[in-house]
């Protein structure tokens, strides 16, 4: 069993106990040391970080000729930011607190190819896999090659021979999908109970064989695994143990440097960056948070949100047990409408590794993320799924709770904090039919109307 650290058997007990119950908490992660210490411990580094932008960057023009949509970017896969003022008024005026620093929102809901996060680290995935095999059978000519040749009938024609497997609870399944088909793999995706029904009906569309699982996430992957497992060349993308979707999600970091910069946004010792991250299985919020570390250090302060009916993370953190526990053992009931956010247990990897580098977490209600999905369409017109809202309350919280305010007086912030630039990450969205979005929307003026 990991040794408990040095924090009270009490405090623990307390979270623990808030979180059985469905309160709303604030957790500051006591365990992990600055950013020189903690560097030492793990494995991965900078250089990881900057492998994975270069391997994004190789493929670039095949993905610009694939994805015309991603030709501002040069074919990057990248999303804007953008400043929050009405929104932020408002949720300083509802919960009657100040957020000092601007507020701004990752637009990751506008990812071209997805719509998703997950287009960071899983198309990233899918590329290594297509470059390794490209680079063993002698197709690719080295790294220096030209990469448009991934377009060609005698690329396709050789990855019609491997396979891709993926269990989801849906959006992992289209940024895999859509990548995988178009470099002529032949695709299964195991979606979870909670897939909506669009996002198997996008993919099958796009010729990717969708099987529908009665039972949740951990299942779904589990019968990915097997499938996948039992076949030579099949190749599964593993959401709770992958590297390489981790290093994907990591390269939003330095993208998220080289734009602050050109917004003249400081991040230094007197201008700290928060970043709000809503976490699933943790490997997006994990990854960009460890890319961040690597640029700013113990300059940048991570968080992680989570539906207080699926805190994975958070007790995987607190109770130090990671992946070895489930919102099952503490008899929580995993009802969300934040379907990106459905993972009753927790990555062992990325939980154990983050446990080195997140600041915290902290959870939210499911009324609270229907109100602010409607107030985003109101006030500031940005069509965001559920999941997406999560890490929109974390100034609140860090301003509002007692737990927020000892980080700040910890790090000795109180009076840097006018200079603080808030980001919450808006991890998915723009792909939601219209239909759709009017539910989410109609089920936040109910909350709202009450
Ligand atoms: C998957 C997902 C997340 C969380 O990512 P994890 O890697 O599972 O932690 C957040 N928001 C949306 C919209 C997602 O699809």
């Known amino acids: 069993m990991t040794k408990i650290n040095n924090i009270e058997w009490s405090e623990k007990v307390q979270y623990l106990n808030d979180i059985m119950n469905l309160k709303p908490v604030f957790w500051v992660n006591k365990h ?40 501002p970017m040069n074919g990057l896969i990248e999303s804007g930011l953008t400043k929050l003022t009405p929104l932020k008024e408002y949720l300083e005026d509802k919960y009657n607190t100040t957020i000092l620093g ?17 287009a960071r680290g899983a198309i990233y995935e899918v590329l290594k896999y297509a470059e390794t095999l490209a680079l063993e059978h002698d197709l690719l000519n080295g790294i220096e090659d030209d990469y448009t040749k991934f377009s060609s009938e005698e690329f396709q024609s050789f990855f019609r021979q491997y396979k891709i497997v993926v269990g989801t609870t849906g959006n992992l399944g289209i940024s895999v999908g859509v990548m995988s088909a178009k470099l002529g793999f032949e695709v299964t995706v195991h979606m979870s109970i909670e897939a909506k029904q669009w996002k198997k009906d996008l993919l099958r569309s796009k010729g990717v064989t969708v099987i529908e699982h009665e039972t949740n996430f951990t299942e779904a992957v589990w019968q990915g695994r097997a499938q996948s497992d039992a076949d030579p060349k099949s190749y599964f993308v593993d959401d709770e143990h992958s590297v390489e979707l981790f ?109 080195n580098f997140f600041d915290g977490g902290y959870s939210v209600e499911e009324e609270e993320v229907h109100l602010l999905l409607s107030k985003m369409v109101d006030l500031e017109a940005i069509n965001l799924e559920p999941a997406a809202l999560a890490g929109v309350p974390g100034p609140v919280r860090l301003f509002t709770t007692a ?31 219209a239909a759709d979005m009017e539910v989410f929307y109609q089920e936040g003026l109910a909350v709202i109307n009450k």
């Not at 900057?50 to 000729?65: K, N, Y």
């Not at 709000?276 to 961040?292: E, H, K």
């Not at 953190?317 to 956010?341: A, H, N, P, R, Y």
């Not at 912030?413 to 808030?422: E, I």
Request: with cysteine; aromatic share 10%.
């Open 247 to 355: 290093l994907g999600y990591t390269v939003a970091a330095l993208r998220l440097e080289k734009q602050l910069e050109e917004m003249g946004i400081k991040v230094n010792a007197d201008h700290p960056l928060f970043v709000y991250s809503p976490c699933g299985i943790g490997g997006s919020p994990g990854g960009t948070a460890f890319g961040l570390k690597q640029v700013y250090g113990d300059n940048v302060h991570c968080f992680f949100a989570q539906p207080t009916h699926m805190p994975s993370m958070l007790l995987g953190q607190i109770t130090e047990q990671f992946d070895k526990v489930s919102v099952d053992d503490f008899k929580i009931d995993g009802k969300t409408c934040m379907d990106g956010l459905a993972v009753p247990r927790t990555s062992g990897f990325v939980a154990e590794l983050m446990s």
């Open 403 to 433: 737990e927020g305010q000892d980080y700040i007086n910890m790090k000795n912030l109180q009076d840097k904090m006018q200079n603080a630039t808030h980001i919450a990450w808006a991890t998915g969205g723009s792909m939601v039919p």
């Open 102 to 118: 601007e507020f701004y929102l990752k637009r990751d809901d506008t990812l071209p190819i997805a719509g998703t996060i997950k």
């Open 32 to 71: 992990k040391d600055n950013f020189e210490e903690a560097s030492k411990k793990v494995a991965y580094s900078m250089a990881d970080v900057q492998d994975a932008e270069a391997r994004l960057e190789r493929f670039a023009p095949f993905i610009m000729q694939e994805f015309p949509e991603t030709a």
